[in-house]
């Protein structure tokens, strides 16, 4: 089950509103990704500082499967990522609800939040 707190993509990444810094939004990736993805060992993030165009790649997890890109779910400007990945790649499949997110963004437009997924709608498409 998914939290009903959250947003999703059909790119299996999950918004929090807010994040931490003012006006962001934390971004991650679901547990039905880490679990189809496998362990994860490597994680690349976008830059803090880079902007993001909305559903364009912006960096990769690595798997003892495959690699996986990781999309950016609004446009924005990245304003922290996940230092802890570095050295602990594997947070991202033991909590990818919390220590496991990617990486925070500051939205151009606040409104594109309502475009994405709710927790019902993301689990309706992973049936579909």
Known sequence: MNPTDLKYTV???????????????RVGITDYAQDALGDIVYVSLPEV???????????????????S???AP??????????ALDATP????????G???????????AGALAELLDASS???Q???
Do not use: M, Q
């Open 11 to 25: 790119e299996h990444e999950w918004v929090r509103e807010p994040g931490t810094a003012p006006g962001s939004i």
């Open 49 to 67: 500082g880079a902007t993001l165009t909305a559903g364009t790649p912006c960096g990769e997890l690595e798997s003892t499967k495959s690699v």
């Open 69 to 71: 890109d990781i999309y």
């Open 74 to 83: 609004v446009a924005g400007e990245v304003v922290a990522a996940n230092e």
């Open 90 to 97: 594997e947070l991202v499949n033991s909590d990818p609800y």
């Open 99 to 109: 220590a496991g997110w990617l990486f925070e963004v500051v939205p151009a437009d």
């Open 122 to 124: 993301y689990e309706a």
């Open 126 to 128: 992973l049936d579909g």
